[in-house]
């Protein structure tokens, strides 16, 4: 930078300094300016709050209009219950609360809105997949009384009620339970532990109201049901003679899906007071009006029950099933409408109980309410020998053996020993008829198919003078044939081989599975059970060593129809509870090994000697037989030669 720059920069800057000097405000100036811009702001501050005070009359304001809306609107709604239900207006709005009670084996949650029980838990076991096994939840069902109170129909379900107790869960306790005594009442009686008592009343003005009263105790699968009425007779209609009841739930699924299984054995139960145990149709929907007196209903699952008793009786009612069997979360939906008795009296109870809990043989038959019978183990003889023989064998092994295939193999075997004369006897018939084949055939080859009267003659002439008896290897079956079907009605339903394992069995009371098709086969399924493959496996095994001593030339479908029925079965019982199948398998197998043993012990060279040798001996007539040809010899009938 030169020199004339540097006085030239030094010029500009005195010159705007002394500008500055002389130019700036006075005293009297500068004390003007902040007095005029204090007066500003004071203005913009008087302003801002003034529109404050505004805006806060305002609020005010609107509060109050709201208030006196809200509070019209109140007085409307609280108009409008009151028409819509008088007595019971006070209750027709709140906040649903929760309440349990549990013991060992149950837990009951309780809602107060309908003072219902809204879901009951059994806490022994489990859904097939794991899953806490609940029997009905709030969600999907309905439980209250419905009646008509001035004028008005009333559901009690809709209303609050008032919980006696605020406590929000209760657990009964008692002393530890033996093995085999879960739910045993008259075990209870000798060991006693906690119970409990928890009421909802629905108030209907001063002094009046509907409660109801649950119980419950320790070790018990029973819940105490009481419907107490306090002067009712003021606001039901003096013609009333029932207060309905209704019960409905979406029954959940609690086993796998099976075409035969939980779908099949799904219905509603009753008994009706004075006959014996009914049902609708299982395995399809339906509905049926009662009108006589009912002891009990209950909405029977496969293994699981949820059963109304009444202490006396209900007068009538009308139940209803729809199965949805395509739901994979629900079997159907059951309903029941029961009817109440009611005499308008100032105060009246109603006494039952419910029972939620397992379809245990035992546990139901201990009530001597004829509740048993909800299992299906079959009809006349066979139930017979399910309940003087199977059932108590198989509790008998359960005390002291814990894995339920070896119970099996063990009932298999005390079952093939209980049989094994019969059994014996009938192979031995089949022996003698297979050494008179020769003689048979000649029969055949006489007579031919023109004469069959004539042939069916000459058979029936030599098995006598041989001392054969044709029916010798046919009634010894007949006796096995109960223990087969009951086997057959025993393994699905009994609860105790529920979820059960067994080598590659998960589920003895179901199926077993070792390969999932990708389809399904017309009859037989999507998947390969393979107990019931080894049951058809070794019934054509044995079939084909029995047919070694029976003669079945003269029925030539006979031997077709044979070899037929094991494929049939494979198809029948490959979706059924697989400790059918186990047992079946089982059964063959013992009954294989009894045929080397057989004919270890019979010498049919033998049995052709001493059949020759009968064949020569005078034919001896039977008592019965002499006297038949007494009597018509003084009748002046001469028998046939």
Known sequence: MDRNTVI???????????????????????????????????????????AFIAKQAEEEKSTVIDSVVN??????????????????????????????????????????????IYSVELKNYKTFDQRPLILFEGTTSK?????????????????????SNTAESL?????????????????????????????????AGEGKYLEYTYSLSYNSYLVGFEVNTKGFNDIVGANTKYLNFNWNIAVPRQEKQSPIGEDTYS?????FQDDDV??????????????????????????????????????????????????????????????????????EKIKMKFFFGPSHYNTLKQYDLSMENQINLGYVVIRQVNQWLIIPTFNFLRKYIDNFGIIILLLTILIKLLIFPFTYKSYHSQAKMKALKPEIDEINAKFGKDKPMDKQQATMALYKKAGVNPMGGCLPMLFQ?????????????????RQESFLWATDLSSYDSILNLPFAIPFYGSHVSLFCLL????????????SQTQNTDAMPGMKTMMYLMPVMFLFILNGYASGLSYYYFLANVFTIGQIYIFRMMIDEDKIRAQILINKKKPVVKSKFQQKLEDMAKQKGIQPRK
């Open 8 to 50: 030239g920069v030094a010029l500009i800057f005195t010159i705007l300094i002394g500008f500055s000097y002389f130019n700036r405000p006075s005293e009297e100036q500068i004390a003007s300016a902040k007095k005029t811009r204090d007066s500003i702001e004071l203005v913009q501050i008087e302003k801002e709050k003034a």
């Open 71 to 116: 509070n019209n609107l109140s007085l409307q709604e609280d108009q409008s219950r009151k028409d819509k239900f008088g007595v019971f207006s006070d209750a027709s709005a709140g906040k649903e609360s929760f309440y349990t009670i549990e013991n060992n084996l149950i837990k009951v949650t309780f809602s107060n809105k309908g003072g219902r």
């Open 143 to 163: 439980f209250g009384m419905n009646f008509f109170a001035q004028n008005r129909s009333i559901e009690t379900e809709s209303f609050y009620f008032t919980p």
């Open 171 to 203: 657990v009964l306790t008692g002393p530890a339970i033996k093995k085999g005594k879960e739910g045993n009442e008259k075990y209870n009686s000798e060991n006693k532990g906690d119970s409990q008592s928890f009421s909802m009343r629905l108030m």
């Open 267 to 271: 219905t509603i139960y009753y008994k």
């Open 278 to 347: 009914d049902k609708i149709s299982a395995g399809k929907s339906g509905d049926e009006k009662l009108n006589t007196k009912v002891k009990w209903i209950s909405f029977k699952q496969l293994f699981f029950a949820s059963t109304l008793i009444a202490d006396d009786a209900f007068p009538s009612a009308e139940i209803k099933t729809e199965l949805t069997k395509e739901d994979l979360r629900y079997v159907g939906n059951f309903n029941a409408d029961i009817a109440f008795p009611y005499e308008g009296k100032d105060s």
């Open 481 to 497: 044939m109960p223990i087969l079907f009951a086997m057959f009605f025993f393994f699905p339903t009994s609860i105790e081989l």
């Open 535 to 546: 049951m058809t496996i070794t019934t054509i095994i044995s079939t084909y060593m029995n």
